[in-house]
């Protein structure tokens, strides 16, 4: 409830800042030429672009050369040797990241604040970038983008780029996104009787699931608790379900299919959370598949550095090479993904060349497939031709310091595994901005959940407070 409160409540300000609400407009779809479809994307060296630019990055910057932020700056320096790029790096210790985002927008909207912002839209967040971009507090990109003859819009994952769309125009750009999904070995799936061809859409996939867990066919010894795995926190999110148009300004929380879903899954939640079942959701999940201590992994929010640096490769250094990799789905059976950092350039930006071309550095092939970028952090980026450099890279053999375990040398990914990753991302359907209300969603359900409420009495709930986060 606290956590409740407090969205809510930065919110409320957030939207008293950002105003009213703009007029309805057809929306322009984006299309592409031929020629812009056979550019190769790439960055070019441009010592003539000059003047200031101020980048302001939330969780601040570290000495260490390997950083993916001072990377970003002297990779920026060197195409662009004349810009005066100067990072606003705010500690996460010294102010709570709602503290600074309600401080961001009030800046962005009052014509101040920095030329470029990185915005964290994780479970700390608490601004909406929708209402920002309606507010006009962000640049339109779009053109940038088209009339760039070394940028191909078919090298980016478009269905992630959309989330950053607002009436058709591109005014934020997705640079870290999350692709949950459970990782099992096609041994293990053999002995429990686990058909993942059958898991097509998220209500399949519990019905698959389930009586494997329940079951414990290979007789475990060890049990964990299940966490995150459609728990009444995590439900709306992989629902599946867009609950807020904001090209409209319309709330939908009335679709048949939500009723249908939660009433399927809370029979078993009831029982099924409550117990231990034999599954494990972490960052580090090597060991435990190889002993098979644990039928399933959850992969829900865990980084592409771990996955690839800290298990597969050490799954394949001892034969379990052949595993199963199955993303969460939408009611529909889409692939849905989570925007969790995006970036923007401020309709105030003094320099908005120098600022474009920032953003497409950070979402650049060159920029993302550097090995020292990735010793710090690991989710994908919106750019396909990026995370297939970067696949590549982990194909090859590598020299890595594992805890416990002192310097060995890892084997590159299979072409199987590496296949399966880069087929999952492009699979992905449909991508959304994490923002406060689904947060919202999250708790006004756990009621209905834990059989305290009625369905009908949470949505209508839900649906009235909504409401009010839309239109003031």
């Not at 001072?70 to 920026?76: E, G, P, R, S, T």
């Not at 964290?120 to 608490?126: D, H, R, W």
């Not at 492009?426 to 901005?433: K, N, W």
Request: hydrophobic share 35%.
């Amino acid at each position: 409830m606290k956590k409740l409160f407090i969205v809510l409540f930065s919110a409320f300000l957030l939207l008293s800042a950002l105003g009213g609400c703009v007029p309805a407009e057809t929306l322009e779809p984006i299309t592409f030429t031929e020629e812009e479809l056979s550019r190769e994307t790439k960055m070019v060296p441009n010592p003539d672009l000059t003047g200031e630019l101020t980048f302001r990055y939330y969780y601040g910057l570290s000495p260490d050369p390997t950083y993916r932020d001072n990377v970003l700056y002297a990779m920026y320096r060197e195409y662009f040797p004349n810009v005066d790029l100067r990072v606003e790096a705010i500690d996460v210790g010294d102010m709570p990241i709602e503290s600074y985002q309600t401080q961001l927008a009030a800046e962005v909207m009052a014509g101040s604040g920095p030329d470029v912002v990185f915005i964290e839209m994780e479970s700390g967040a608490y601004i909406n970038p929708y209402k920002m971009m309606q507010a006009g507090a962000f640049l339109d990109l779009t053109d940038y983008f088209r009339n760039d003859a070394n940028c191909n819009p078919s090298d980016f994952y478009q269905p992630v780029m959309d989330a950053g769309r607002y009436r058709g125009r591109q005014y934020l750009v997705p640079v870290q996104f999350q692709c949950p999904m459970i990782i099992t070995t096609r041994e293990i799936a053999e002995q429990t009787g686990f058909h993942p061809e059958n898991c097509v859409d998220l209500k399949s996939t519990w019905e698959e699931l389930l009586p494997v867990l329940r079951e414990n066919p290979m007789n475990l010894p060890e049990k964990e608790m299940i966490y995150n795995l459609y728990t009444p926190y995590m439900v709306p999110k992989y629902a599946g379900f867009s609950w807020i148009d904001y090209e409209t300004q319309q709330v939908h929380l009335e679709d048949p299919r939500l009723k249908e879903y939660c009433a399927f899954i809370k029979d078993d939640l009831s029982a099924y959370t409550n117990a231990q079942a034999p599954i494990k959701s972490g960052d580090d999940f090597s060991v435990s598949l190889k002993q098979q201590k644990n039928l399933f992994i959850d992969y829900s929010n865990g980084c592409l550095f771990n996955l690839t640096r800290f298990n597969f490769r050490y799954l394949n250094t001892d034969g379990v090479n052949d595993i199963l990799l199955l993303p969460w789905r939408s009611v529909d059976g889409g692939i849905e993904v989570f925007i969790n950092e995006v970036i923007g350039v401020t309709q105030n930006s003094r320099n908005p060349e120098a600022a474009y071309q920032l953003i497409k550095l950070w979402i650049s092939e060159e920029f993302f497939a550097n090995p020292d970028v990735w010793g710090q952090d690991g989710a994908p980026a919106a750019s396909k031709a990026a995370m297939e450099a970067y696949m590549k890279l982990m194909q090859e053999p590598l020299v890595i310091y594992r805890d416990n375990y002192g310097v060995q040398d890892a084997p590159g990914l299979s072409q199987d595994l590496v296949d399966q990753y880069l087929g999952v991302l492009d699979g992905i359907t449909s991508a959304r901005l994490s923002s406060p209300e689904l947060y919202t969603v999250q708790d006004g359900l756990r009621d209905y959940f834990n059989g305290n409420r009625s369905y009908e009495s949470c949505i209508s709930e839900l649906q009235s407070k909504l409401e009010i986060y839309v239109t003031e």
